[in-house]
């Protein structure tokens, strides 16, 4: 019904940039939130960032003033610009639709995409 589909990782030196990309597609009336999710070999998921539907943020303390999430809401669509990235920042990134209402339906699921690999390494 929803899809997921994140694109825009890589391999990166450190003090370099990258964009994430992710659009979500299929019968989608409304999305709440939609954000990124990272993680580490051996860590937990963790919240990298998030935007609501009317442009409220949230960022992870240790990406704040490095990187900015921006989304849009007619495409569906959300992105994450990541500059001066560090080794830690290295993690497989996940996008995240919150609360999405599929026309037709009744009620409000999350979905997850597939993931895409972030490597900062020199």
């Known amino acids: 019904q929803v899809q997921l589909v994140e694109s825009g990782g890589g391999l990166v030196q450190p003090g370099g940039s990258l964009r994430l990309s992710c659009a979500a597609s299929?019968?989608?009336?409304?999305?709440?939130?939609m954000g990124w999710y990272r993680q580490a070999p051996g860590k937990q998921r963790e919240l990298v960032a998030a935007i609501t539907s009317g442009g409220v943020t949230n960022y992870a303390y240790s990406v704040k003033g490095r990187f900015t999430i921006s989304r849009d809401n007619a495409k569906n669509t959300v992105h994450l610009q990541m500059n001066s990235l560090k080794p830690e920042d290295t993690a497989v990134y996940y996008c995240?639709?919150?609360?999405?209402?599929?026309?037709?339906?009744?009620?409000?699921?999350?979905?997850w995409g597939q993931g895409t690999q972030v490597t900062v390494s020199s």
């Open positions: 299929g019968s989608i009336f409304s999305i709440y939130a």
């Open positions: 995240n639709a919150d609360r999405v209402v599929v026309a037709g339906t009744v009620g409000a699921f999350g979905y």
